[in-house]
């Protein structure tokens, strides 16, 4: 669920993988690096110091994480263009940064998430360890809030919000419990949300699953920040932009998020060519290989230093075959 670790350095997660699966793509001059999930900037820094001809593109749509990440990066100032955008606003971004959006790229980052800087901001309202006003949008300057969603949404609509998104089998339940509470207070502190999961959840569930919050919350984060229809869209554009040796890496940290992932990767790592024909047709070969096997997970240690890559799933692939 985050991007950077705890503290004043900020570790990223997995950067030694990352650098690992990324780098052989970042070492020519002049190679173009897009980090579409800036944060704090700590995954760009690494690659801008390790890679001194590398240019970066760095997107995000927190206003005050960019602001934190340029002066962080100010050392890098003239390599660097940060815009202020969701990552499906990739193919934007390159074009603003004077880039074709199309088979430029030599390298992709998306982590994807909340970033330790916005759970820990607790006026943000993404924690539900503390008690604040229920926001939880990454932009805080455009879009709903998560107390919107809760007070104006229908019983229906809260429902699916919480069962697709939170994958919350309770989530009728916890629905009628809102609706019904509503009517008397609207909701606006986190802290009001999390008695009414302790209320309506059973005892013998709240004691398995981690916090009986953690998938209410997930839910309503997703939704106002409508985070899967932004990745379903920044999926194809990413990889769309990648030249020949280009490389992405993509960590994500809930189920719903890397099957996105799964599915937009699957069809371009195998071949077009009908199935009964002896040879390869010209272009119609993979696009991309895979740099993983399936979806590698933080090490234990990484785990022991950083708890909260525990439910990171990290996919790289590489494009292998010029986009047709």
């Not at 002049?30 to 997107?59: I, K, N, Q, S």
């Not at 820990?120 to 932009?139: K, T």
């Not at 379903?232 to 992405?248: H, Q, S, Y």
């Not at 708890?307 to 292998?320: Q, S």
Request: no cysteine; hydrophobic share 40%.
């Amino acid at each position: 669920m985050n991007r950077e670790q705890d503290g004043p350095r900020h570790v990223p997660v997995l950067l030694g993988r990352a650098d690992e699966l990324l780098g052989p793509a970042l070492t020519e001059p002049g190679a173009v690096y897009v980090d579409a999930t800036l944060g704090l900037g700590g995954h760009a820094e690494h690659f801008l110091r390790t890679y001194p001809g590398l240019r970066l593109v760095g997107l995000d749509r927190d206003t005050n994480a960019l602001r934190l990440a340029e002066d962080r990066l100010r050392p890098f100032a003239d390599r660097i263009t940060l815009v202020h955008t969701t990552y499906d606003g990739i193919a934007d971004a390159l074009t603003q940064a004077g880039l074709d959006p199309v088979g430029s790229v030599s390298g992709i980052l998306m982590d994807l998430g909340v970033s330790s800087m916005q759970l820990d901001e607790a006026e943000r309202g993404f924690a539900y360890s503390v008690d604040a006003p229920l926001d939880m949008r990454m932009d805080p300057t455009r879009g709903i809030t998560a107390a919107d969603v809760l007070n104006t949404y229908s019983h229906g609509d809260l429902a699916r919000v919480l069962k697709t998104y939170g994958e919350e089998r309770f989530a009728g339940k916890i629905a009628s419990e809102v609706v019904r509470r509503r009517q008397q207070r609207p909701f606006t502190t986190s802290a009001e949300l999390v008695e009414l999961l302790y209320a309506t959840i059973p005892a013998a569930a709240r004691r398995t699953g981690g916090h009986p919050a953690k998938r209410t919350f997930q839910a309503l984060r997703v939704e106002v920040n409508g985070e899967l229809d932004s990745l379903r869209a920044a999926l194809p554009a990413a990889l769309d932009a990648l030249r020949l040796g280009g490389r992405i890496v993509i960590m994500s940290y809930q189920s719903l998020e890397d099957k996105l992932v799964k599915q937009e990767l699957a069809p371009r790592i195998v071949s077009r060519t009908p199935v009964d024909l002896p040879v390869e047709l010209p272009g119609m070969g993979p696009e991309f290989r895979m740099l993983t096997r399936g979806a590698e997970k933080a090490t234990e240690r990484e785990i022991d230093e950083n708890p909260r890559a525990a439910p990171v799933r990290m996919r790289a692939a590489e494009r292998i075959q010029e986009r047709g």
